[in-house]
């Protein structure tokens, strides 16, 4: 009688035990189909006796597994990693290991898919859904679910288009091999700093042993080329490397300086893939042939065959948190991932976050630095201007002084930028005449106006409606009006101011893909844009040489109703705005437009002085016993009813531990209160750093019962307090 634990894919089932079939070979990480109910379900045979709680069912009660799937198995590092990140962030490891399943079309047999595209006929009867759903497809080709989505339509309406011939069917083959990069392609010259940062990399590479390492490098000291050559030294190996990036949208520069480098593009890996590209990359890295890959977070639990390197790039960015699933943490599980694999992994940085500080401090973590920028450039002069003494105009955000540092700028035919942290036209519309704000109905947050698409949009749930003509409430006349500014105002000021520059506008919503990223940089590089505009998505990976000027529009954005991380999150996006200035030969400037030049982190800005901002941010830190000195985690309740989700949390809170060392905070109703149409109230856990704060709320919460339609997320380390 053999007896098999398995992982299904199902998050609310736990490991559940299987017969082995007599003549089926099945060992632990193999892919299997196993009988649950009526239906077949996909999982992975875990080790005997692993999850020790796991319910067990007599010999005569246990079901056989149905077959393999004919896939490589889950290897024994990554089922070492998916128990940590179950552990470690209370997830449900069915939930982590669909990230590591990522692809269902992976495990099947077929080597084609049937993709649709646009015919570029008109279908036979056109509606505005249809026109729509045209119109944003455009070329791009997927499933049918996959261009509903592209659409904003139903997959009805895709089916549609399909039978009237506007959209056709086509067979992709799937599976065809990657190129090999080539580590001997074309080195760059390295600077003596670099040559001596990638020798240790190289070095490091090669003792195929777990290593962090901060690569801690100024704006401009091409951290990028120093890591290429850990990653040469990997593929030189044959061992594969994965680069994690922060956004979709600074892949393609990426992609480019890789090709250049290595004369072929690496694996890429992101959300925006197609259901057969995702088949193809999966199936090359679990085979081990995608010798390097980069990607989102989502790329660190791939089954890499021959995992040598991990880098994370942009290591202090937050996007790398994911806030909703499994609540993990990129960075830091890849450190783990680096410990498992018995590899290096590298954190690159201009503004290390001050856990990842900590950790070299305690001499955790390796540190190297660049401190100068590459080919002499140097860093760009900062300046502060005092928006409560030389404010602009009324009704404008540009203060005279940035004004006339852009004319000198665009005058010499350089190219300034100016960043604002926030989408849309403008953050808020209300009516003058009855004081009418729009708000979103799922949600407690205003509507965004966007004017370039006609619209009011909540950033939050994605609510749209159209920008509405008159005021709902009063019904008053041209009484709407648009109060602060979002990025496509200042665009707007701008176009006011010089007539005569070619302006871009980079957020969310204009860099949408890959393939739009590249047009903006192509764009940016070949001089067919003045002046730039955007939001964080432009502070970092671009490199453009004739880039002078940088502008701050409101550096106290991200101070209002701050968090523990608000002025370090400050710095650090000021820091990387800053360092898009003067890469080149042509010096920069940085004009930090601001009302609290008294702010200790305006002032670190202002002269440069980042070791004592950060001495000083860390010493806060160590005297509330924040993290890293101590640990946070919260407990997020909601109910699409306000009283069930206010009871739920009620009786959570009532059953809290009393545990030497712990304080418990809560229940209150969370800033954001209704979020997506659901209630939510917000527990804190406040720690010590040595406590085993899991094991307290797993035991707290498993006294406590409540509805199916509650959701009780728990968050570990959180970055966000809403
Ligand atoms: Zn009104
Ligand atoms: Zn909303």
């Not at 091409?222 to 061992?239: H, Q, R, S």
């Not at 008294?598 to 004592?612: C, F, M, Q, W, Y």
Request: include cysteine; hydrophobic fraction near 40%.
């Amino acid at each position: 009688m053999s007896r098999v634990r398995v992982i299904t894919l199902n998050a609310a089932l736990g490991p559940l035990d299987y017969r082995l079939p007599h003549g089926m070979v099945a060992e632990p990480g193999s892919i299997v189909i196993a009988p649950l109910g009526p239906r077949q379900v996909i999982g992975v045979v875990w080790e005997d006796g692993s999850f020790p709680d796991a319910e067990t069912v007599g010999d005569n009660r246990l079901r056989p597994l149905l077959s393999t799937i004919d896939a490589p198995p889950i290897p024994a590092p990554l089922r070492r990693l998916i128990e940590w990140t179950a552990n470690y962030y209370l997830a449900p490891p069915a939930a982590v290991l669909r990230m590591a399943l990522a692809s269902v079309s992976a495990l099947e047999g077929a080597r084609s898919v049937t993709e649709y595209r646009a015919t570029g006929k008109p279908p036979l009867r056109n509606t505005p859904k249809r026109e729509q759903a045209l119109e944003r497809i455009g070329e791009r080709q997927g499933l049918v679910r996959e261009l509903a989505m592209i659409g904003g339509v139903s997959d009805a309406v895709i089916r549609g288009l399909v039978k009237d011939g506007a959209i056709e069917a086509v067979e992709v083959s799937l599976d065809t091999p990657f190129p090999v990069p080539d580590p001997a392609f074309s080195p760059v010259d390295l600077s003596p700093e670099q040559s001596a940062a990638s020798a240790r990399l190289v070095e490091l590479t090669r003792a195929e042993k777990f290593q962090p390492l901060l690569l801690d490098g100024v704006t401009g000291s091409g951290k990028t080329e120093v890591y290429f050559e850990a990653i040469a030294e990997a593929l030189a190996m044959g061992k594969q490397s994965l680069v994690l990036l922060p956004e979709i949208a600074l892949t393609e520069p990426f992609l480019n300086r890789f090709a250049k480098r290595f004369g072929h593009e690496p694996v890429a890996w992101h959300s925006g893939l197609r259901q057969s590209e995702r088949r193809r990359a999966w199936r090359a890295i679990a085979a081990g042939s995608a010798m390097v890959v980069v990607g989102a977070r989502s790329a660190l639990f791939l089954p890499y065959a021959r995992l040598g390197l991990i880098v994370v790039d942009e290591a202090h960015e937050t996007s790398f948190k994911q806030e909703d699933g499994v609540r993990y943490h990129a960075r830091d599980v890849a450190v783990m991932r680096g410990m498992m694999e018995q590899c290096p992994v590298i954190l690159a940085s201009a503004t290390p976050a001050i856990e990842t500080r900590h950790q070299v401090a305690l001499h955790r973590y390796e540190e190297i630095r660049l401190p100068a920028r590459y080919g002499g450039a140097e860093m760009p002069e900062i300046f502060g201007i005092n928006m409560l003494e030389s404010p602009p105009e009324r009704g404008r955000w540009i203060a005279p002084t940035l004004v006339a540092a852009m004319k000198e700028t665009l005058e010499k035919g350089e190219q300034a930028l100016l960043f604002l942290n926030r989408r849309g036209y403008a953050p808020l519309t209300l009516c003058r005449h009855c004081g009418h704000r729009f708000q979103c109905p799922n949600c407690t947050a205003w509507m965004v106006e966007h004017r370039l698409t006609h619209r009011l949009a909540c950033h939050h749930c994605g609510h749209v409606i159209p920008a509405p003509r008159e005021c709902p409430e009063c019904h008053a006349d041209d009484s709407l009006v648009a109060c602060g500014p979002g990025v496509e105002r200042i665009a707007d000021e701008v176009k006011a101011l010089f007539p005569g520059a070619r302006t871009a506008i980079v957020t969310s919503d204009t860099l949408w893909s890959p393939a739009k990223a590249a047009e903006f940089v192509r764009d940016v590089s070949g001089g067919a844009v003045d002046i730039i505009v955007g939001t964080q998505l432009v502070t970092k990976g671009y490199h453009f040489p004739n880039l002078t000027l940088v502008g701050v529009i409101d550096a106290d954005l991200g101070l209002e109703g701050g968090d523990l991380r608000a002025a370090e999150r400050t710095f650090q996006q000021i820091v990387q705005v800053s360092g898009r200035a003067g890469r080149g030969e042509k010096p920069g400037r940085v004009f930090i437009q601001t009302r609290l030049l008294d702010a200790p982190v305006i002032k670190a800005l202002l002269s440069g002085d980042s070791a004592r901002f950060y001495a000083t941010e860390t010493e806060g830190r160590r005297i509330a016993h924040a993290p890293p000195f101590g640990r946070f985690a919260a407990i997020i309740v909601s109910d699409t009813d306000a009283t069930e989700a206010k009871e739920a949390a009620h009786r959570i809170g009532n059953a809290r531990p009393e545990v030497e060392g712990v304080e418990i905070y809560g229940p209150a109703p969370a800033p954001l209160a209704v979020l997506r149409g659901r209630h939510r109230h917000r527990i804190l856990i406040h720690a010590r750093r040595q406590i085993d704060v899991q094991d307290v709320i797993r035991a707290w919460l498993g006294t406590v019962q409540w509805k199916a339609s509650t959701r009780v997320a728990v968050d570990i380390d959180p970055y966000s307090f809403v």
